[in-house]
């Protein structure tokens, strides 16, 4: 069986103090790994570590005096962190500086200390968040576990992003965010569509008040949430299984629909005029799936 045991930490940062954040962040992840020994993985909220404030008392010059490029003593510490504890990390999202641009870029580090995946945030949240949106969809590999898919808050909004994310071979899609307002009960919706339509685990981790509203949720592949959080500090721990991913694509969520069989034989007839007149084309995995039966007559 391949699981994959996470640690989705609903959490703050301290407002405009990056380095009291990163104390915190490390304790947290300490301390997840000496109470949960089993956990594999650790995610916590977008923009955990820029230190960012909640909506109505950010600070219009906060972006650009804490983005960085991604390297230096800044990374170094993650990956470290990462070594010293033996665990991936999705440490949220960071503000990333690449020439005159700044990204929200969420990265992936290994229990070797090593950056395995950089995502830019390809569906910032205009007109409010001014980051620059980023232009691919990033996954990665827990070699002997299953693929991961990266997102981050509003991209959830988009159904383009689960899809393509799935299409690349995700079984759990990993979705830092920081949602302060009330539209969270519609981002819930969205997590358990984006699981049901794709037939993939969605982990969608927001701030804890005051930087975020909570509930935090982990979604399985035919959309029913395993566990929600409330509003405040909290670690939903929960032992994933991607075998159940190969089995709903194959067999069909609650035994009904399978999505991506139906892609395989008709997408390519399929033109998307929004996709400037493109098909859908069959993911690369989809060899292994059960055929659609022919449709028969008695």
Not at 119 to 130: A, D, G, I, L
Not at 161 to 187: F, S
Not at 254 to 282: S, V
Request: proline residues 7%.
């Amino acid at each position: 069986m391949r699981t994959l045991t996470i640690a989705a930490v609903q959490t703050a940062p301290i407002a405009f103090d990056v380095e009291a954040t990163w104390q915190r962040f490390a304790d947290q992840v300490r301390a997840v790994r000496d109470t949960f020994p089993h956990v594999e993985l650790v995610v916590v909220p977008e923009l955990m570590l820029a230190a960012e404030a909640p909506l109505l008392q950010a600070r219009a010059d906060w972006m650009d005096r804490v983005a960085l490029p991604l390297d230096g003593p800044h990374l170094d510490r993650i990956c470290a962190l990462a070594e010293e504890t033996g665990l991936w990390l999705v440490p949220g999202s960071l503000y990333e500086r690449d020439d005159d641009r700044i990204y929200n870029t969420a990265i992936a580090v290994s229990p070797l200390g090593e950056v395995v995946a950089r995502y830019r945030k390809v569906f910032p949240w205009q007109p409010y968040e001014q980051t620059a949106p980023g232009s691919e969809f990033v996954v990665f590999d827990i070699p002997g576990t299953g693929r991961i898919g990266l997102a981050i808050c509003y991209d959830g909004s988009f159904p383009e992003t689960a899809r393509q994310l799935a299409w690349l071979g995700a079984e759990v899609i990993i979705q830092p965010t920081l949602t302060t307002t009330r539209d969270r009960e519609m981002e819930l919706v969205c997590s358990r569509a984006n699981a049901w339509t794709n037939q993939v685990y969605v982990v969608n981790v927001n701030g804890a008040d005051p930087a975020g509203v909570g509930a935090s949720v982990v979604v399985d592949p035919e959309g029913v949430i395993r566990q929600q959080a409330g509003s405040g500090e909290e670690v939903l721990v929960d032992t994933l299984d991607l075998d159940a991913v190969t089995r709903v694509r194959s067999y069909g969520t609650f035994g009904l629909n399978r999505p991506w069989d139906q892609i395989a034989r008709y997408g390519t007839e399929i033109r998307l005029p929004m996709y400037d007149g493109a098909g859908i084309q069959t993911p690369p995995w989809h060899d292994n799936a059960v055929p659609i039966p022919a449709v028969t007559t008695r």
